[in-house]
């Protein structure tokens, strides 16, 4: 019964290396995607997949090959990874409590606006480095091409994703007459008919994709949560894997009556057949 909590860690660090793929998945999936055309999680995400899946391999080496140094850093590591996982949910639950969306009247989709969001979230996205690669992604996008052949009934019965609502149109309050042209959003002034131009300075097209971020990061913080508690799960068993495996390094593990071991580890033999060679030879 004494090495059942290293089976068990064993078989568990088998699940974290499996469970590790879609983290680094999500990551390649963010970077890649046209649709989110958002890359603020791409390399945290990749960190934290990539270091799962070594702390993972190194854990079921550590318990099945009863190697206590290797069971160590493990149990460090992994101790530092979940303290990082819970510093990036907490985080990420602070930075987008806000925002959502506003409904518009007659209308199926909702608009949004920059001053909803936090002030860290808008620092980001006004930030002409990453403005100007999330704006080059929009226009290499199809989101705003889908929507060059809706028809005014279109608009008023189709919803439409926040990114398309903030960077394909103007603002839905926005008039374009003599007499309605003054005092309007800035946004309104900003909106331009050119494929290549169309509402992509907006805030409201900021907006769009501090919306698309936000729902993304939420549906993140949900898998963070469940690793969290996993790995928990799992440091704390492998702490009773690596008592065990410093007790199967001495020669008496058990007690206090010094008793000899009944099943060696997994090297004896091997040990033992070259000990027996070397006598035979000298």
Known sequence: MYRFS??????????????????????????RSSRTCENFLQTPLLVIGFVVLVISLAGFIGACFHVACALWVYLVVMLLVIASLIG??????????????????????????????????????????YWNTIRSCILGSNNCAN????????????????????????????????????????????WNNAPNLLCYECDSCKAGVLEEMRRNWHKLSVLTVVMVVFLIGIYSIGCCAFR???????????????????????????????????????
């Open 244 to 282: 065990n495996t410093r007790r199967a390094e001495t020669d008496y593990p058990y007690g206090q009556n010094r008793m000899t071991k009944i099943r060696p580890r997994w090297d004896y033999h091997w040990w033992r057949w070259f000990h027996d060679r070397k006598e035979q030879l000298y």
């Open 88 to 129: 990036f949910t907490i985080f990420g639950f602070g930075v987008t409590s806000k925002g959502g969306g506003v409904e518009v009247p007659s209308r199926v989709y909702k608009e949004y606006h920059i001053e909803d969001y936090s002030p860290w979230l808008r620092n980001r996205i006004h930030d002409p480095r």
């Open 6 to 31: 290293n089976t068990v860690i064993g078989f568990l660090n088998l699940l974290t290396l499996l469970a590790s793929i879609p983290i680094i998945g999500t990551g390649l999936w963010i970077a």
């Open 147 to 190: 929507l060059a052949s809706w028809t005014p009934l279109d608009y008023m019965q189709r919803d439409m994703s926040p990114i398309q609502s903030g960077c394909c149109k103007p603002p839905t309050a926005c008039t374009y007459n003599m007499e309605t042209l003054v005092n309007q959003d800035t946004d309104c002034y900003k």
